[in-house]
């Protein structure tokens, strides 16, 4: 069975950062294209940024592009997001997906991404 497990969110404060983990259990994650999104009350989920299975090609929101960093460890079964200078307008519930349509570029499309993990609250504050 596919999972997908989120940690790392926290309070902090603006300027701080943070670093996400999704931990990939169940597959090859280094089969599938990875996503980060995340949703904030009242709002439609969003794509944050992802990194494709074969080529590690990225994508990043233009609202987080300079800020966050996405990378891949397979040996780990682990996708991080570093989150740096994050901005009250980060906050959110951060989700991790995974594609297994696209290897070698990816797309920060909610509709592309086929399983989820459970969300961890980011919340940016002082």
């Known amino acids: 069975q596919l999972q997908l497990v989120e940690s790392g969110g926290g309070l902090v404060q603006p300027g701080g950062s943070l670093r996400l983990s999704c931990a990939t259990s169940g597959f090859r994650s280094d089969y599938y294209t990875i996503g980060w999104f995340r949703q904030a009350p009242g709002k439609e989920r969003e794509g944050v940024s992802c990194i494709s299975s074969v080529s590690r090609s990225t994508y990043y929101a233009d609202s987080v592009k300079g800020r966050f960093t996405i990378s891949r460890d397979n040996a780990k079964n682990t996708v991080y997001l570093q989150m740096n200078s994050l901005k009250p307008e980060d906050t959110a519930v951060y989700y991790c997906?995974?594609?297994?349509?696209?290897?070698?570029?990816?797309?920060?499309?909610?509709?592309?991404?086929?399983?989820w993990g459970q969300g961890t609250q980011v919340t940016v504050s002082s």
């Open positions: 997906a995974a594609d297994s349509g696209s290897r070698y570029v990816c797309s920060i499309s909610v509709s592309a991404y086929d399983y």
